[in-house]
């Protein structure tokens, strides 16, 4: 298994621009979620979804930030419009319900807002 | 979830035995003990887990305390890739859906 598969690895833009990021889980699991990591504020979880549908995302800075899950395999999050203080690494992880551990994290994002 | 507490920092020589306590006087019956760890630029990689009896496997050891308020994670030959910031975790494992929530964890520092 390719593990959780992230893309980019590297996006840098400007502000005001929209950046989207990419996560593929692993195959089989059912439970996807976005963490944002920052040196100021660490590991933060921005949104989940079990079976493709939102669970929490009181975790979402602001209505600048959205999330899809379009089916099982792809889910996506979204920037719009990009700010300076957007800049971190977003990393997806997935998992199965039924494993109730064993989070799978992906390699990252490095996202960096000029 | 239940609060736990890390040293910030923490030194090895490479080759001992890496103890890295948690505690976790708050945690519920049902509430498991999570480690992870993150090597420096990568995701956080899943370690271990248990409940109440001490685990094993082949990346280290969890002792949990018989009143379960602490824990102590052993990584048994400690080698310089193990260098990263180690995760301590208490939360019920309800299938998977429960959100994963970190703190600042402890940075392990394998040195020769």
């Known amino acids: 298994d390719a593990g959780v598969i992230q893309s980019p690895r590297h996006e840098v833009t400007e502000m005001g621009q929209e950046v989207t990021l990419r996560c593929k889980p692993i195959s089989g699991h059912n439970s996807l979620f976005w963490y944002r990591q920052t040196m100021m504020r660490g590991l933060e979880l921005l949104i989940y979804?079990?079976?493709?549908?939102?669970?929490?995302d009181s975790g979402m800075p602001e209505d600048r930030f959205s999330a899809k899950m379009p089916n099982a395999s792809f889910s996506t999050l979204k920037i719009q419009p990009s700010e300076p203080r957007d800049s971190a690494v977003y990393f997806c992880?997935?998992?199965?319900?039924?494993?109730?551990?064993?989070?799978?994290f992906g390699s990252g994002t490095r996202l960096t807002v000029v | 979830d239940a609060k736990t507490t890390q040293p910030p920092s923490m030194d090895c020589a490479e080759g001992r035995a890496a103890n890295l306590p948690c505690n976790h006087s708050t945690i519920s019956g049902n509430e498991y003990v999570y480690w992870y760890r993150q090597i420096h630029s990568q995701g956080p990689q899943y370690i271990i887990h248990g409940l109440k009896n001490n685990e094993t496997n082949e990346m280290a050891s969890l002792i949990i305390t018989e009143d379960r308020k602490s824990s102590t994670l052993i990584l048994p030959h400690a080698t310089l890739r193990d260098t990263a910031v180690y995760y301590c975790i208490v939360r019920a494992p309800t299938g998977g859906g429960n959100k994963l929530t970190f703190g600042t964890g402890t940075q392990l520092k394998v040195e020769l």
């Open positions: 992880a997935s998992t199965a319900l039924a494993a109730g551990y064993g989070y799978t």
């Open positions: 979804f079990n079976n493709n549908v939102p669970i929490d």
